[in-house]
């Protein structure tokens, strides 16, 4: 069993009048995810400019190591 590596994410990103706060908990070992595809995943369920992704990307990197 792979232990959970849980990091609290935070996310405030505002770009062109569009904004997304979440909090949310981030496992680090989970092997299925990586954070591009997550970020991915989550403006698309928020329906936000393909814009945030890297800004969701960098944020969640700098929260986690």
Do not use: C
């Not at 935070?10 to 904004?19: A, C, I, V």
């Not at 680090?28 to 369920?45: H, R, T």
């Amino acid at each position: 069993p792979t232990k959970l590596v849980a990091h609290p994410i935070k996310l405030d990103l505002e770009f062109e009048g569009r904004r997304l706060k979440d909090l949310f908990l981030w496992d680090k070992s989970e092997p299925y995810q990586n954070l591009e595809g997550f970020a991915k995943i989550l403006i698309e369920e928020h329906s936000l400019p393909v814009v945030f992704e890297s800004e969701i990307v960098s944020s969640m990197r700098k929260q986690i190591n």
